[in-house]
């Protein structure tokens, strides 16, 4: 089975960049999504195929996909970024959806 | 788009339950659909997804054998019959609609609580 891998948590003061990261084997061959989900609240998309933004979601995140590495990059963080963030692929080869451990972000 | 799950609740490990997810304001046929899971203070977990004409299901490991998506085209409506239920299978269950022609999940519903115990 395809795994990713991504640290537990990352912390950033205010109007920082947090980088949140996807591990995965190849991964830069592979349509990565992301998603945030605020606490007690359902999982949104943020991010689809490595680096497009849907609709309403700020100019202030951008994604990146290359090698073995996917990275979520959110510029001039605010307090309401604070979430869990998961990366997440569809695995070919066996038709399976894929997510990633998540991230917990703090802005402190 | 609006997306409402509903059956969840208490059920004894072995039992079965079923969950629906009332689907609206899109073109249910046209879309693939999915059920997420997420077990207490954990990450989320992939179940289960259907095209959008039925024909293709494809199952986590962890749920094959036991669970069954399904969705009926005539009441825009997902299911997700589960059997053989155990305490590992105590989470917010998610449904949540493909993008279209897409990899991604564009829209989810507020999901509906599952909790096996005896």
């Known amino acids: 089975s395809y795994v990713l891998t991504q640290a537990p948590s990352v912390s950033v003061a205010p109007e920082e960049t947090a980088r949140i990261s996807c591990g995965g084997n190849?991964?830069?061959?592979?349509?990565v999504h992301w998603y945030q989900q605020r606490p007690g609240q359902a999982p949104v998309l943020v991010m689809s195929?490595?680096?497009n933004r849907p609709s309403g979601i700020p100019d202030r995140f951008s994604g990146y996909n290359s090698g073995s590495t996917a990275t979520l990059t959110i510029s001039r963080v605010e307090a309401g970024d604070e979430a869990d963030y998961y990366c997440?692929?569809?695995?070919?080869?066996?038709?399976?959806?894929?997510f990633g451990g998540g991230t917990k972000l703090t802005v402190l | 788009v609006q997306l409402v799950e509903s059956g969840g609740g208490a059920v004894q490990p072995g039992r079965s339950q079923r969950l629906s997810c009332e689907a609206s304001?899109?073109?249910?046929?046209?879309?693939?659909m999915h059920w997420v899971r997420q077990a207490p203070g954990k990450g989320l977990e992939w179940v289960a997804s259907?095209?959008?004409?039925?024909?293709?299901?494809y199952y986590a490991e962890s749920t094959k054998g036991r669970f069954t998506i399904s969705r009926d085209i005539s009441k825009t409506a997902l299911y997700l019959d589960m059997s053989s239920l155990t305490v590992e299978d105590t989470a917010m269950y998610y449904c949540?609609?493909?993008?279209?022609?897409?990899?991604?999940?564009?829209?989810w519903g507020q999901g509906t609580l599952v909790t096996v115990s005896s």
């Open positions: 949540a609609k493909e993008g279209g022609g897409a990899t991604f999940l564009d829209h």
């Open positions: 304001g899109f073109y249910f046929s046209g879309y693939g």
């Open positions: 259907i095209s959008y004409d039925g024909l293709d299901r």
């Open positions: 190849n991964i830069g061959t592979k349509s």
């Open positions: 195929a490595d680096r």
């Open positions: 997440q692929v569809w695995h070919s080869t066996t038709n399976h959806w894929v």
